[in-house]
């Protein structure tokens, strides 16, 4: 896989430059891993808390619906007894509990999506650190044995030029 040069050595083998090998390729693995669940863990938090808003718009529109039927029956008049206004306050002030509820759930659902934003950035970090270091690894590896080949080709420019000096 490697590179392969002639080397004017004691019996002319051909020298291969052995391939990279990234001692902590594990660990990289490991945080790809991580950040990847960490990206679905966001995911599914985004999707909770869409959850959330769609529950939170219908509270709203229910607490709306409450109060037009309120008024309307306000409107009326003498047609409504007492039981039935106290009903209708009752099932608006249920309403406005419910939306305040949803509204704090939604609150503790983006508090979530914040948590999961920050593991997920956690994460990436972890898997870009190691990928840093794997480059760099590579890099130093790739440059000694050009280092390495160019020094094989001096000896043997060398060498051919020695012979053509001798003859």
Do not use: Y
């Amino acid at each position: 896989m490697g590179l392969q040069v002639w080397t004017p050595c004691a019996d002319t083998a051909l020298v291969e430059t052995p391939s990279f090998t990234f001692r902590l390729e594990r660990v990289r693995t490991l945080r790809e891993r991580a950040e990847g669940e960490a990206r679905e863990a966001l995911t599914q938090e985004l999707r909770h808390r869409d959850d959330g808003l769609r529950a939170l718009d219908h509270a709203r529109a229910s607490v709306r619906a409450a109060r037009e039927l309120n008024r309307n029956t306000l409107a009326t008049g003498g047609m409504t007894s007492a039981v039935n206004l106290r009903a209708i306050q009752s099932f608006v002030e249920r309403t406005e509990q419910l939306q305040n509820s949803a509204a704090l759930e939604l609150s503790r659902r983006e508090a979530e999506v914040a948590v999961k934003r920050d593991q997920l950035a956690a994460a990436a970090r972890d898997r870009q650190a190691i990928d840093k270091l794997k480059q760099r690894q590579q890099a130093e590896h790739d440059a000694e044995w050009a280092r390495k080949v160019q020094n094989t080709l001096d000896e043997l420019a060398l060498a051919v030029h020695r012979r053509g000096v001798a003859a």
